[in-house]
């Protein structure tokens, strides 16, 4: 059973930073690629970051670039997403998602989501 466990959000004012971490649980971590995503009130899920098995190849959007970072620790089963010079626009909650390649992922279909984690970014 597949299991994807956010934390790390919570309230923090503009320009600071959080680090978020994901979980995973029941199935081959490092076959997988790894990904977050976030949703505000009214928008639609956003892709934010995704990395690929051995970390050697990230995406990210274009909103976050140069602020946040996506890693992972393959001996830990954990994905993390440091996120400096946080924006309110960044406020949402964020999904912690997976599935075997890069194609599902920037299609905003993996198969498996975590519950989600709220980040809220104070002007």
């Known amino acids: 059973q597949v299991q994807l466990v956010e934390s790390g959000g919570g309230l923090v004012q503009a320009g600071g930073s959080l680090r978020l971490s994901c979980a995973a649980s029941?199935?081959?971590?490092?076959?997988?690629?790894m990904s977050w995503f976030r949703q505000a009130p009214g928008k639609e899920r956003e892709l934010v970051a995704a990395?690929?098995?051995?970390?050697?190849?990230?995406n990210y959007a274009d909103s976050v670039k140069g602020r946040f970072t996506i890693s992972r620790a393959n001996a830990k089963n954990t994905i993390y997403l440091q996120m400096d010079s946080l924006k309110p626009e960044d406020t949402a909650v964020y999904y912690c998602?997976?599935?075997?390649?890069?194609?599902?992922?920037?299609?905003?279909?993996?198969?498996?989501w975590g519950q989600g984690t709220q980040v809220t970014v104070s002007s």
């Open positions: 998602a997976t599935d075997l390649t890069f194609v599902q992922v920037q299609a905003r279909s993996p198969r498996y």
């Open positions: 029941g199935f081959t971590f490092s076959r997988y690629v």
């Open positions: 990395i690929n098995w051995g970390g050697s190849t990230t």
